[in-house]
């Protein structure tokens, strides 16, 4: 497991990296990036505004860029893993995330929060994720710093 293999004492939050590239039988790649919030072990998003950032990301990630497979939640609460198929542009992953925490900025619901569609339809918060996505978007300058100098 590659990110077991990460020094979560050397990260400098916020960054986006790509932790590595798996290349299937007929050559389609898919690369994995940690999307990194919160400094590991310092900090965290609470549960329901990283539930809503997660549903509001899902829901509008695609309108910015083709070929997401997923984007989904770090246990540990300090990031996402963002999985992309055959698209190797690490400038696109930014403008990508850029532009999809801009809509979770302007959201004024959190899509698919009903016990039909969500597994905890009671524990979502607007205001905490927008807090989330407010805080990312002001370091946007130090996305693509990973390690700490
Ligand atoms: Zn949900």
Not at 54 to 79: F, K, Y
Request: charged share 25%.
């Amino acid at each position: 497991m590659e990110s077991f293999n990460l020094d979560h004492t050397k990260v400098a939050a916020p960054y986006v990296r790509l932790v590595g590239v798996t290349t299937g039988s007929s050559g389609d790649k898919v690369y994995k990036y940690d999307i990194r919030f919160k400094q590991p072990n310092k900090e965290h998003m609470d549960m329901p505004g990283l539930h809503s950032i997660e549903h509001l990301m899902a829901e509008n990630i695609r309108n910015h860029m083709d070929n997401v497979l997923d984007i989904g939640p770090m246990g540990c609460q300090t990031g996402f893993y963002l999985s992309i198929l055959n698209n190797d542009s690490y400038d696109d992953v930014l403008e990508a995330l850029e532009k999809t925490l801009q809509d979770v900025m302007e959201a004024d619901e959190v899509p698919a929060c009903n016990e039909v569609q969500c597994g905890w339809a009671a524990n979502h918060s607007l205001e905490g994720a927008q807090s989330i996505a407010k805080d990312m978007l002001d370091k946007k300058d130090e996305w693509q710093q990973v390690f700490a100098e």
